[in-house]
């Protein structure tokens, strides 16, 4: 037996014509029908004989669609099929649209060569389909002889001018029915508001899938209770949605998600407002109007709160923290990944996850981490899955398999094709026995031109090279300072690295290695990789010093080798990676799996690409020029070009 012919409409239609009429407020009847249909508690009107449908079906030339019979033989037509059709058609008013709205002009104005079919046939939807709306707020229920299934069922359309939006598709009539038995409860919940509360079986019945699901996300089921919380949000329960954001927030999902009903709470604001501002940010291009959207009926203090929020998180100065024992396990993580180590942060805060507690009863995760600078580049949807697998909240539950760490061992992933990053050019320092915090003061300077100052706050690198830019006055042709990140490469290591570094040009070039191993018993290491390099011939050069002095060196360039210092490691010699041939990805992979075998680093790949670092600028990697070399000085400065702005001019010496 098909669910066309299982489903009981007498049951389902007196459901709803007894929740219609227990929602009106006393003495709110708009007409007799109205007043009929709440006394006799029914919606519908007498049923249609088999002859009545039959006699539409020969007037119509086509026969009706199951469920639409089926309905039909229940009650010949309905009133308030929803929030805005006050009368769906029967047998005797149905009939064929043909155009008398006028909008299959309106949409085949849009139409030309480039139009995919599935426009086309929207368009002819205004002629050929079945008009059931008879009476209604300027809103068109349409079924579709030309858009049917495999069980003879016709897709039903429905279109609002007021709703901006393309005709709304459902599967067939039965379904069209079930959305605006939904769409009945979800105004009726509005309509509440600050009157009588709008509750019945239906309510109550969601009510419990909700609470329900709560404790099964709480839980680690989150799928589940995911589906329950959907449902219940298309009934418009108050609760559902903002349960259901949080979910959806930590699977990476960004858009549509306002945790409503609970971002307005004060028990939960310190948790939804920073991911829920954070997304503003990222979006509102500096007109923040819209902020308090989202938030109609939060009292003044908190929308103090959120614009407080806001300049810290476009300020980069936004820090999570949390209570108990996991809030202890946030600053551990943070720790971890400020340097780099973002796998060591991820698994921190996954560890201590069982013993975190909402803040409330309708908190299902920890959630403002996800707004931190540090932190919320930790979240990725496979990681996401795993949080909300894991048991929480004082509930009971097995814990899921860790997921995969993001970082691969050593330093050849540099070399992988991964669409992830684009570093076919980079740079980078490794000095063992030195914390990163300090690595800059031995690649700097203090020459007044900006290096040597302390480090940046933790960013991107595309937001570290805007900066950089704009805080210049000076540039040159001679003059290579490089922006690097710092963090931990290993076990007693630090690194520098510059993912974009300035053309290689050997007889220039100064490698930072010995200035970077001044101490005692200090070492550093240099790799410039270009063996993919857009910029000019492949390259790499390799630099090794110990207490302030080179050990050895060598560089590819031109396709010869040079060589300086004393005796290169066998695992290092460049005789065993550069042969005759051309020298590519294989060899790179080869040459940076040497190196990081033979000091036992590593460079943290998720926190270099997706993360955010500290950052500063190094002294110079090139010589100045020499009696006779030529080079390009270049000065900037802001000129007011009006009011509002500015804008940048420069000039250009030679010398």
């Given at each position: 037996?098909?669910?066309?012919?299982?489903?009981?409409?007498?049951?389902?239609?007196?459901?709803?014509?007894?929740?219609?009429?227990?929602?009106?407020?006393d003495?709110?009847?708009?007409?007799?029908?109205?007043?009929?249909?709440?006394?006799?508690?029914?919606?519908?009107?007498?049923?249609?004989?088999?002859?009545?449908?039959?006699?539409?079906?020969?007037r119509?030339?086509?026969?009706?669609?199951?469920?639409?019979?089926?309905?039909?033989k229940?009650?010949?037509?309905?009133r308030?099929?929803?929030?805005?059709?006050?009368?769906?058609?029967?047998?005797?008013?149905?009939?064929?649209?043909?155009?008398?709205?006028?909008?299959?002009?309106?949409?085949?104005?849009?139409?030309?060569?480039?139009?995919?079919?599935?426009e086309?046939?929207?368009?002819?939807?205004?002629?050929?389909?079945?008009?059931?709306?008879?009476?209604?707020?300027?809103?068109?229920?349409?079924?579709?002889?030309?858009?049917v299934?495999?069980?003879?069922?016709?897709?039903?359309?429905?279109?609002?001018?007021?709703?901006a939006?393309?005709?709304?598709?459902?599967?067939?009539?039965?379904?069209?029915?079930?959305?605006?038995?939904?769409?009945?409860?979800?105004?009726?919940?509005?309509?509440?508001?600050?009157?009588?509360?709008?509750?019945?079986?239906?309510?109550?019945?969601?009510?419990?899938?909700?609470?329900?699901?709560?404790?099964?996300?709480?839980?680690?089921?989150?799928?589940?209770?995911?589906?329950?919380?959907?449902?219940?949000?298309?009934?418009?329960?108050?609760?559902?949605?903002?349960?259901g954001?949080?979910i959806?927030?930590?699977l990476?999902?960004?858009?549509?998600?306002?945790?409503?009903?609970?971002?307005?709470?004060?028990?939960?604001?310190?948790?939804?407002?920073?991911?829920?501002?954070?997304?503003?940010?990222?979006?509102s291009?500096?007109?923040?109007?819209?902020?308090?959207?989202?938030?109609?009926?939060?009292?003044?203090?908190?929308?103090?709160?959120?614009?407080?929020?806001?300049?810290?998180?476009?300020?980069?100065?936004?820090?999570?923290?949390?209570?108990?024992p996991?809030?202890?396990?946030?600053?551990?993580?943070?720790?971890l990944?400020?340097?780099?180590?973002?796998?060591?942060?991820?698994?921190?805060?996954?560890?201590?996850?069982?013993?975190?507690?909402?803040?409330?009863?309708?908190?299902?995760?920890?959630?403002?981490?996800?707004?931190?600078?540090?932190?919320g580049?930790?979240?990725?949807?496979?990681?996401?899955?795993?949080?909300?697998?894991?048991p929480?909240?004082?509930?009971?539950?097995?814990?899921?398999?860790?997921?995969?760490?993001?970082d691969?061992d050593?330093l050849?992933?540099?070399?992988?094709?991964?669409?992830?990053?684009?570093?076919?050019?980079?740079?980078?320092?490794?000095?063992?026995?030195?914390?990163?915090?300090?690595l800059?003061?031995?690649?700097?300077?203090?020459?007044?031109?900006?290096?040597?100052?302390?480090?940046?706050?933790?960013?991107?690198?595309?937001?570290?090279?805007?900066?950089?830019?704009?805080?210049?006055?000076?540039?040159?042709?001679?003059?290579?300072?490089?922006?690097?990140?710092?963090?931990?490469?290993?076990?007693?290591?630090?690194?520098?690295?510059?993912?974009?570094?300035?053309?290689?040009?050997?007889?220039?070039?100064?490698?930072?290695?010995?200035?970077?191993?001044?101490?005692?018993?200090?070492?550093?290491?240099?790799?410039?990789?270009?063996?993919?390099?857009?910029?000019?011939?492949?390259?790499?050069?390799?630099?090794?010093?110990?207490d302030?002095?080179?050990?050895y060196?060598?560089?590819?360039?031109?396709?010869?080798?040079?060589?300086?210092?004393?005796?290169?490691?066998?695992?290092?010699?460049?005789?065993?990676?550069?042969?005759?041939?051309?020298?590519?990805?294989?060899?790179?992979?080869?040459?940076?799996?040497?190196?990081?075998?033979?000091?036992?680093v590593?460079?943290?790949?998720?926190?270099?690409?997706?993360?955010?670092?500290?950052?500063?600028?190094?002294?110079?990697?090139s010589?100045?020029?020499?009696?006779?070399?030529?080079?390009?000085?270049?000065r900037?400065?802001?000129?007011?070009?009006?009011?509002?702005?500015?804008?940048?001019?420069?000039?250009?010496?030679?010398?």
């Amino acid at each position: 037996m098909t669910e066309t012919m299982a489903f009981d409409w007498r049951s389902f239609l007196l459901k709803w014509s007894g929740e219609w009429a227990d929602s009106l407020p006393d003495g709110e009847v708009h007409g007799e029908d109205d007043g009929t249909a709440r006394r006799t508690r029914w919606l519908g009107f007498p049923p249609a004989s088999e002859e009545r449908i039959a006699a539409m079906e020969e007037r119509l030339g086509r026969r009706m669609p199951p469920s639409y019979r089926e309905f039909l033989k229940v009650s010949d037509g309905w009133r308030h099929a929803g929030g805005f059709v006050w009368l769906l058609a029967g047998t005797r008013d149905a009939h064929r649209h043909n155009n008398e709205s006028g909008l299959a002009d309106m949409f085949e104005e849009y139409l030309d060569e480039d139009s995919e079919p599935e426009e086309w046939r929207e368009a002819g939807l205004w002629q050929r389909g079945l008009q059931l709306a008879v009476a209604s707020d300027i809103t068109h229920v349409l079924m579709d002889p030309e858009d049917v299934d495999e069980d003879g069922e016709w897709a039903v359309y429905t279109w609002s001018s007021w709703r901006a939006a393309p005709p709304e598709r459902h599967a067939n009539f039965r379904e069209f029915m079930r959305e605006m038995f939904r769409e009945f409860h979800s105004l009726g919940v509005s309509r509440s508001d600050g009157g009588p509360e709008f509750a019945n079986d239906t309510t109550r019945t969601l009510d419990a899938l909700v609470e329900a699901a709560r404790l099964e996300a709480l839980g680690g089921g989150w799928e589940q209770a995911l589906k329950a919380l959907d449902e219940a949000k298309e009934y418009g329960r108050p609760r559902a949605a903002g349960l259901g954001d949080q979910i959806r927030r930590l699977l990476g999902q960004t858009s549509m998600v306002y945790f409503d009903g609970l971002v307005t709470d004060p028990r939960y604001a310190s948790e939804l407002l920073p991911p829920l501002v954070a997304e503003h940010a990222a979006h509102s291009y500096r007109d923040d109007s819209t902020l308090t959207f989202h938030l109609r009926g939060a009292d003044d203090s908190l929308v103090a709160q959120a614009y407080a929020t806001l300049d810290q998180v476009r300020n980069g100065t936004y820090r999570y923290t949390a209570a108990g024992p996991f809030g202890e396990a946030v600053e551990r993580a943070r720790e971890l990944a400020w340097w780099g180590d973002t796998d060591g942060a991820w698994r921190t805060l996954m560890d201590a996850l069982p013993r975190w507690e909402p803040l409330g009863p309708d908190h299902l995760a920890p959630l403002g981490w996800v707004a931190d600078p540090v932190l919320g580049p930790l979240l990725t949807p496979k990681r996401g899955h795993e949080l909300l697998s894991t048991p929480r909240g004082g509930q009971a539950g097995e814990a899921p398999a860790p997921t995969e760490g993001l970082d691969p061992d050593g330093l050849v992933w540099l070399a992988d094709p991964d669409p992830g990053h684009k570093f076919t050019s980079y740079r980078f320092v490794l000095v063992a026995g030195v914390e990163p915090e300090e690595l800059h003061t031995r690649l700097t300077d203090g020459d007044g031109n900006g290096n040597g100052a302390a480090l940046s706050a933790p960013m991107t690198f595309h937001e570290a090279r805007h900066r950089s830019w704009e805080a210049r006055t000076e540039s040159s042709t001679y003059d290579d300072r490089a922006l690097m990140a710092v963090g931990r490469a290993g076990t007693g290591w630090s690194f520098a690295f510059d993912g974009d570094p300035a053309p290689f040009h050997e007889p220039r070039l100064v490698s930072p290695a010995p200035a970077a191993s001044v101490g005692a018993g200090s070492r550093a290491v240099v790799v410039w990789g270009g063996l993919r390099s857009r910029r000019g011939e492949p390259f790499f050069h390799l630099s090794v010093a110990r207490d302030g002095t080179e050990e050895y060196a060598f560089t590819y360039a031109g396709g010869e080798i040079r060589r300086s210092g004393g005796e290169i490691p066998r695992a290092l010699d460049p005789s065993r990676f550069f042969g005759g041939g051309e020298h590519g990805a294989d060899t790179e992979r080869s040459l940076l799996a040497a190196v990081a075998e033979e000091f036992g680093v590593r460079l943290p790949r998720h926190a270099l690409v997706n993360g955010r670092l500290q950052t500063f600028t190094t002294r110079s990697w090139s010589r100045p020029p020499e009696d006779g070399e030529t080079y390009v000085v270049t000065r900037m400065s802001w000129e007011a070009a009006s009011p509002e702005g500015g804008d940048r001019t420069g000039d250009t010496n030679s010398a």
